[in-house]
Every structure is written in C-alpha cells, then in structure tokens.
C-alpha cells in the first residue's frame, strides 16, 4: 500500500463549479499534513496546511479525520487559474520529511 | 528575496554516462532537500541535509547516487552512472532548519522549492 494515495484524475469541472480531492495516508504516526500545487512544469508550491479542526482560505476548505486516515480539499467557485496537479503531503517522524502523493490533475475549462 | 536556484534546467546524457545538479539554497536556510519526480508521480526525497550534515538518505541509491553540502550552503547530486530510469525531475528544496522533533497537528516547516533539473537518459 502506498504511503499517501490519491486519485490522479484528471478532473475536467467548468468554471464556477466545486470540486473535492480526496487523499488517504497509511501511516497512524504521521503529524502533519498539506496541500501542494504544482503548475504545469514548475516546482511544487505550499497551498495549505490541514489542521484538525479544518481551516479554510478564500475558496479552499482542507479537512483532516485522523480517524479514518483522509484529507480532503474542497475548491469552491473553481477559476481557470485554479487548473494544476494538487498534491497530497504527510509529514512522519522527526527531520521534517514530507511524503508526497502522486497528486491529483485539475483542468478548469470555460 | 530570491528564491532556491538549480542548475542547469535541463540535461541529455546517455545511459552510463555521469552528470551532476547544483542547488543554492534560500540564503539562511540551514535545511536542503533533494527530490526526484518521475513523470506522472510525486516528489520523492533523495536526501535531506541540515547544515553539512546527512539527515535522512535512506532513499537515495547509494550505489550510483552521491550527494554533498560540504560548507552548509549549496549542494551538488551526482549520478554516476546513470540509467535510463533515472530520467526525471530533480528538485532541490531548502527551509529555515529550525523545527525539529514532533509537533501534533500543526504545520511542519515549510519547503521551498526551487525549479528543477530535467534529466533525460537515452
């Protein structure tokens, strides 16, 4: 089993719509969790962190159930900006280590 | 500010051949990660320096993969030789270097990550 798993997409929404990435982690001990979003042959960039309690920015809403091992991003009110590869992050153990998932590919088309 | 700087940004080499990245990281930032990602995955940690020192390179391929910091500053990854599956994105990360241990449920330091090296392997 894969360390994060997410489902790679694509997700073709129009613009305005709103679209939910889901992403599951394996490892119980893993402390902290983010959103990454990586354009189209650029670097990865932090998006948001998870918290517990869930947090919010703007039109994305992140959500964490340690329970279940599952992090959610919602994105309201989708943009043609908004098109890219999100990546699903888990941070476990000492040294800062972040795990990645394969990311999950969003187009936003008018 | 400027950012984290890789060079070069894109490389051919053929199969057995060698070839070497080099990573600038933000100025002050005592942490340098190295991260390859294949095409269609996710970054995957090579190694991850603090300062000079080795943090975490359980997943670097030691038998052909070399990596070194050696002032704490910048830092070069070589691949020698190299295999057609080596093809991919190499991206150099760098943060402050001042989080340490665990912390529940808030964020981690945050990486920044420089452009990348493409690398292709004929």
């Known amino acids: 089993r894969k360390e994060v798993e997410q489902d790679p997409g694509p997700f073709n929404v129009p613009e305005g719509a709103t679209v939910a990435f889901n992403c599951t982690y394996s490892n119980s001990a893993s402390q902290s969790f983010f959103w990454y979003r990586q354009d189209c042959r650029k670097e990865p960039k932090l998006l948001m962190s998870?918290?517990?309690s869930g947090n919010e920015d703007g039109r994305f809403t992140a959500q964490l159930n340690r329970a279940s091992q599952y992090i959610s991003l919602l994105i309201r009110d989708s943009k043609l900006s908004d098109s890219a590869t999100y990546l699903c992050?888990?941070?476990?153990?000492?040294?800062?280590?972040?795990?990645f998932g394969t990311g999950t590919q969003l187009k936003v088309e008018l | 500010e400027a950012g984290v700087a890789q060079s070069p940004r894109y490389k051919i080499i053929e199969k057995r051949q060698s070839v070497a990245f080099w990573c600038n990281p933000i100025s002050g930032h005592a942490t340098l990660y190295w991260y390859q990602q294949i095409l269609g995955q996710g970054p995957k940690l090579l190694i991850q320096f603090q300062n000079n020192g080795v943090v975490d390179d359980s997943q670097l391929p030691k038998d052909r993969f070399s990596a070194e910091r050696l002032k704490g500053v910048d830092s070069t990854l070589k691949i020698q030789p190299a295999k057609l599956e080596d093809s991919a994105v190499y991206l150099c990360?760098?943060?402050?270097?001042?989080?340490?241990?665990?912390?529940?449920?808030?964020?981690?330091?945050?990486?920044?990550f420089g452009p990348g090296t493409r690398l292709l392997v004929l």
């Open positions: 992050v888990v941070l476990a153990g000492g040294g800062n280590k972040l795990t």
């Open positions: 990360a760098s943060s402050l270097g001042l989080w340490t241990g665990r912390r529940s449920g808030r964020a981690g330091e945050t990486q920044y």
């Open positions: 998870v918290y517990s």
